[in-house]
Structures are given as structure tokens and as C-alpha cells.
């Protein structure tokens, strides 16, 4: 069992943001006890633990499938544990917040994902929909998102938010974070749909290979599902993000979309 110490970090959560539920006074107006720490943020700290446990493999031919139990706020002190018998993972303060496994190779859940069909970038609508119940495009592709990736935007991504200043992913020759690929499905659906405040349910994510930085990603994908629990308004989504070689990574995204009132 591979085992790390953490503190939850937020640099301001009395700030606005462009999610609200990452701010003190609107979480709060949702019932929770404060900002939310985000799920990507958490996976990107637990990155540490996961390559000291399965070794460097895993950035390069590795996945994950991790389900968001329990709020994470800001100063919660945090163990994150790879159990390397099972590949079992877990982050948890009094309670379990984050339960999922973890492992090299290719995962099973790999077959249950369905590949995008074209990687042909568009022009959005303006301004952007709101994503309601009566209006999620179930098994639709949704417009394709490039994005940038250059080192000093890498090596910005580790040092701020993944708390990592490991040259892997920010120095010469580094490659993309995987917090920084699990982190584009939800740019992706904010780049058709307005929504929010929104909070990360569960990823499973699949890496291809690890990827240089410095060109131009393509994050391509489809809506899966939709389904109400506990009042809440989920969507699942399907992608595929790709550099300018080939494939990358492949994710199944979920997330609350219109979360309810406590």
C-alpha cells in the first residue's frame, strides 16, 4: 500500500469563480459547508501517489476510474492510498472521498466508452444554450474543442493547481499532466453549452499515451446519458482527445449539471 499526506489547498475560496461551486457564499447557498475543492484538482494530487505506486507506465499506458463520494473543502487534511495488490485508490479524511481503482494496461471499462466519429472543427452557436433536462442532446457529438498546450501552460497547470513541480510535466521535454487531460471534458461542454454551478461525479479515463506538450489538442466527444439522482441533473459524456500524432486519451466524463438545493 502506497500511502500520501495531504492539505487540501484553495488560494481564495471566498473569490468568485467561474464555477460557483468552488466559492464559499454560493456553495453555501446550496447547503454545503463551504467551497468545493474540485474533483480534478483532487485527482491531480493524488498523481504523485498513483506513479510512486504503479511506476511510470502507467502516464504512458495507465487509467483510472474514480467516483466523487464526498465534499473536499478547502484546509481538509487528506490521505491518498494505491493499494498495488488490487490497484484499489482512495482519498480520505473522516470519510472516504474519492473510491476508484487504478492500474497499467488497458482497462476493461475501455469497450464500454464509444469513440467519437469526427474530429472536423466548427464554429459554436452564439451565445451558447443553457443546458436544461429538456434540452441534453443525448447521443449527439457535440462541437469539437481545440485547445493549446504550450510548456509554460503545462508547467503553469503543475505548479498551481496540481502542486507538483515533478519536470515531467513542466520542464523540457514535458509531457501532459493527466489532471490536464481529465480536466478538458468539462472545457469541452462548456464550449457548447452554458451550465453551472456544476460538480465532478465520476471520470473514467483511459491513457493512450503520454504526450508531448506543445501543439494543438483536439478534445471530440459525444453525450452518453442523462439521468436525475437525488434531485440532482447529471450528464455522461463520451471523448476522445487527441494531439497531432494520434489518440491520447479516452474518458467518460459525468457530471452534476444543475445541482440541487439542500
Not at 466519429?117 to 481545440?146: K, Q
Not at 494531439?243 to 439542500?262: C, L, N, P, Q
Amino acid at each position: 500500500m502506497t500511502t500520501r499526506r495531504l492539505i487540501a489547498r484553495m488560494d481564495d475560496p471566498d473569490a468568485e469563480h467561474p464555477n460557483p461551486i468552488h466559492s464559499t457564499a454560493s456553495a453555501q447557498s446550496y447547503g454545503f459547508a463551504g467551497a468545493l475543492v474540485g474533483g480534478v484538482t483532487l485527482f491531480s494530487w493524488a498523481v504523485p501517489t498513483i506513479v510512486e505506486s504503479l511506476g511510470e507506465g502507467w502516464l504512458d499506458d495507465g487509467w483510472v476510474d474514480m467516483a466523487f463520494r464526498r465534499p473536499v473543502y478547502p484546509d481538509q487534511a487528506l490521505t491518498v492510498s494505491v493499494d498495488e495488490t488490487d490497484g484499489a485508490f482512495e482519498m480520505a479524511s473522516d470519510t472516504t472521498c474519492v473510491r476508484g481503482a487504478v492500474g497499467v494496461g488497458t482497462a476493461e471499462f475501455l469497450t464500454d466508452i464509444v469513440p467519437p466519429l469526427s474530429f472536423d472543427v466548427h464554429p459554436v452557436a452564439t451565445p451558447l444554450p443553457t443546458l436544461a433536462p429538456d434540452n441534453v442532446p443525448v447521443g449527439e457529438e457535440l462541437a469539437v474543442f481545440p485547445v493549446d498546450l504550450r510548456l509554460e501552460d503545462a508547467a503553469d497547470y503543475a505548479t498551481t493547481k496540481a502542486l507538483t513541480d515533478d519536470p515531467r510535466f513542466a520542464a523540457s521535454g514535458a509531457i501532459a499532466h493527466p489532471g490536464w487531460l481529465a480536466e478538458q471534458p468539462i472545457r469541452w461542454l462548456h464550449h457548447s453549452y452554458e451550465y453551472g454551478p456544476a460538480i465532478h461525479a465520476r471520470t473514467r479515463m483511459q491513457i493512450h499515451r503520454a504526450s508531448p506538450v506543445g501543439g494543438t489538442y483536439l478534445v471530440a466527444g459525444r453525450v452518453h446519458e442523462t439521468f436525475t439522482r437525488k434531485g440532482h441533473e447529471y450528464v455522461a459524456n463520451h471523448l476522445m482527445i487527441r494531439d497531432g500524432v494520434d489518440r491520447v486519451a479516452t474518458i467518460e466524463h459525468t457530471v452534476i449539471y444543475r445541482v440541487a438545493k439542500r
